[in-house]
């Protein structure tokens, strides 16, 4: 079968630093994705993986585990716009597998 | 400029009804697809057409209808709505292999009453 889970809700501190921890069981696995989705509005494309390791891409870097079956999001030095949902997405053979999405809430 | 549009923004209707939503993409994508994303926030691939076939059609309800007269679009027709509908629905469009993501419409919220 497929499957992503994701955190439903997170909440963080402006400025401080978030994992967003994401595990996923799919056949035919080509990839991992994150996507930020701002309440009201289509989801933005942040980062993509197919080999293990860390990418790295300003504030925001993302890891994956292929073996594990598990990638993370880490962003840092939060700031207020990064509240929004994040969407963990396997890529299968021919389509987006999505997670049902973490909502991040940065406070001051 | 937009990458991908989609129309209508917001569609209110009533149940029983036929519908359509249009979507049009300029970024030269060979696939578009068409997405369901419920109360929960919950992304659902509905539909995918590469340049014009059908590519993915995931248990939708045949009251749903897609139709691409081209590359570049990607219609969705929908009869006899029912209440379950209510949703937004996000055109997405990609490169064959998407190592650059899906780009998405700013999709369609419909609400049926």
């Known amino acids: 079968g497929q499957n992503i889970d994701q955190p439903t809700e997170m909440t963080a501190t402006e400025g401080a630093i978030v994992q967003i921890n994401c595990t996923y069981q799919?056949?035919?696995?080509?990839?991992l994705f994150w996507y930020q989705q701002h309440a009201g509005e289509a989801p933005t494309f942040l980062s993509y993986?197919?080999?293990?390791g860390l990418e790295e891409k300003g504030r925001f870097s993302s890891f994956l585990s292929r073996s594990k079956g598990y990638s993370y999001l880490l962003l840092k030095e939060l700031q207020m716009k990064d509240s929004a949902s994040y969407l963990c997405a396997a890529y299968n053979t021919d389509k987006l597998i999505f997670g049902t999405g973490t909502r991040l809430q940065v406070f001051p | 400029d937009t990458a991908v549009s989609q129309t209508p923004k917001y569609l209110v209707t009533q149940m029983g009804n036929d519908k359509s939503i249009k979507c049009e993409q300029n970024?030269?994508?060979?696939?578009m697809y068409w997405y369901k994303q419920d109360s929960k926030k919950f992304l659902k691939i509905m539909f995918s057409y590469n340049n014009k076939e059908l590519i993915i059609n995931e248990t939708v309800p045949n009251r749903f209808s897609p139709k691409s007269p081209d590359k570049a679009h990607l219609n969705l027709h929908i009869n006899s709505l029912e209440l379950g509908d209510s949703a937004v629905y996000f055109c997405?469009?990609?490169?064959?292999?998407?190592?650059?993501?899906?780009?998405f419409g700013s999709g369609t919220r419909l609400t049926v009453v």
């Open positions: 799919t056949s035919g696995f080509n990839g």
């Open positions: 993986n197919v080999l293990d």
């Open positions: 997405a469009s990609s490169q064959d292999h998407p190592g650059r993501g899906y780009t």
């Open positions: 970024l030269g994508h060979d696939t």
